[in-house]
């Protein structure tokens, strides 16, 4: 609220006079004390009197989902999505269809859990329909009506009540949202791999996921969106030693056909080979041999690497031994500097091989001499070796 972008978008909107709020997840997030990634605001104006109001303010307006009424202003470089106050009409499993309204208690009674109804406005003041503030205090996920019926009307808001459950929640699921889950599971094959993709990465990001993902497997949902989700316990020691990140969580997590899972996923390419974790890495692993595979497959892999190794020992019960291992191999991994190749192809031609397909077997050769060898930065040692090569003394 104090924002300067922020505010400047809300001025805009409200020159002539229209009430607006900030709803959602910026609202919840600044309840809860956390970091508000996105500002989402909402007013009871139609998309095009958005856009007018925008460019009367000389700010820029996207037009993001124009059909949903949504319109992205942007202010101080960044992004404010703007949503025209909307109510369901008629909702059949994914696609809402909505109508604009000035109803702003019908706007959050479309929207899926009480702490993701509230909205503030600018000055201030918490407009809460649904008891969302005390919810959000206790670590209570709860739908905005009956689970199963909210659950009719998008399958999504499975997957969402168990993210949101891994992040805000700290009581025990509500039985009856987890017999709505249960009881629409299989209906969750029908959403695409992107946006399971999405939510279950969201998930795995909480800080101690293990709860949700125990819930989402004690109630068939797991086994329906990963059936390859092997690695809970795995997961569980990972957790302890990680950073949080979303995709190394999830290659824990998976124990078979990681090339499936990408698949179906839809995980772009880079992803799909952190899915994959490479080869178990001991706590006793050498510096030269560790140098190797950063080398070869770079620092992103062989960190998954060391820290799935490490979880995985962990998990089977690890000594305190495999902690100092492993904590001196992450920091050796961390500080690591890509060193260069000290050859060209043109070191080849100018002692005489010409040019063709020998250089480059040569400097395949020599390269793969030369990691073995600890990567070393003598150039004219580099020289002499590749003179060897060449005479075919070696
Ligand atoms: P995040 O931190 O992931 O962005 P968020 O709460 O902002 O969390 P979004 O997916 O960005 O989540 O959605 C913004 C808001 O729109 C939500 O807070 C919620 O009020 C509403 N919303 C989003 N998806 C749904 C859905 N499937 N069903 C009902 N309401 C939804
Ligand atoms: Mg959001």
Redo the contacts with the bound molecule.
Sequence with gaps: MADAPARAVVAALGADGAEVRF????V??VLAGRAV??V?LATPDPPDRVVALLARAGLKAVPTGLAHGTITAVAGGRGFEVTTLRRDVRTFGRHAEVAFTDDWRADAA????TF??MSASPDGDLHDYFGGCEDLAAGRVRFVGTPEQRIAE?Y??IL?YFRFLAHFGREAPDPDALAAARAAAPELRRLSGERIRNELL?LLAAPDPLPALTAMQGVGVLAIVLPEAGGLERLAALTRIDDGDGLRRLAVLVTRDPGEVAERLRLANVDRDRLGLGGDIGPAATIQALRRRLYRDGPVAVVDALLASWAERIADGSSEADRDGYRRLLDDAGSWTRPGFPLRGSDAIRLGVPQGPRVSALMKALEAWWIDGDFPTDRAACLAELGRRIRGET
């Design positions: 709803v959602g997840g910026c919840r997030d990634k996105d989402d479309r929207r899926d859990f993701n109804a998008d999504l808001r969402r969201k």
